[in-house]
């Protein structure tokens, strides 16, 4: 008996060796402008640093970063699936921000009309990577409510990693990171692949011809 239970166990060793792994799909970042990455890959939903409670995909960590220290943001909602979200839009895959002023740090509704203005220099038409902004004119938005940015992105299912994100800072982990890039706008000559650490330049023009449809946002989270 124990040298068939030897042989089984040998077997099932062999078997599961066989079977095919699966691996979190690599990332890859390519700066398309001074403040516009596509990141190819690698999403993940995680903890934002400073904010207990509130999720976001990976990708977005470093924008979160340079949003904060410019502009004094405070996160209310990231990854959401709660019902005062929008089912379509950007919070259910992580890939949307609630943001009121950080008053402990100092900041104010004044901060948070820049940030506004910036993402959304007219009505409606949002500055990339941004693909929805909800602020004053939106309902449930606005100064003294508070402002919600969406990211650009290709089609993905509720619960679920879209497989292509446009950011304003290429993500460090695993896609290289291109740097601490320019606030200004403008589009680069060339754009910069980054990959597991490495970089290199590459002429190939990159537009973001795979975005997922625009849903607005009715609802959101405030102070």
Not at 69 to 80: A, E, L, M, Q
Not at 127 to 146: C, E, L, M, T
Not at 173 to 181: A, L
Not at 197 to 223: F, K, M, N, Q, W
Request: charged share 20%.
């Amino acid at each position: 008996m124990k040298g068939r239970a030897s042989i089984g166990a040998s077997v099932l060793v062999a078997l599961v060796a066989m079977m095919p792994t699966t691996s979190p799909a690599k990332m890859r970042s390519v700066e398309i402008s001074k403040n516009v990455c596509q990141t190819t890959g690698g999403g993940r939903f995680v903890d934002i640093p400073g904010f207990p409670g509130e999720k976001i995909d990976r990708r977005l960590l470093k924008d979160i970063k340079f949003l904060r220290r410019k502009y004094n943001i405070f996160i209310t909602d990231g990854y959401s699936t709660d019902p005062a979200h929008s089912a379509n839009g950007e919070h259910p895959i992580g890939l949307a921000l609630d943001i009121v002023p950080n008053f402990a740090a100092g900041g104010d509704w004044n901060d948070i009309d820049r940030l506004a203005k910036w993402a959304e220099p007219v009505q409606n038409q949002p500055r990339a990577p941004f693909r929805w902004v909800g602020y004053n004119g939106d309902a449930n938005h606005g100064r003294g409510h508070h402002l919600h940015l969406s990211y650009s992105h290709s089609a993905t299912p509720p619960r679920t990693p879209a497989e292509t994100v446009y950011s304003l800072r290429c993500p460090d982990d695993g896609g290289g990171g291109g740097g601490e890039q320019s606030d200004s706008g403008g589009i680069s000559t060339g754009a910069r692949a980054t990959s597991g650490g490495g970089s290199g330049i590459s002429t190939r023009s990159v537009t973001p011809t795979d975005l997922a449809p625009v849903h607005t946002e009715t609802g959101g989270v405030s102070l």
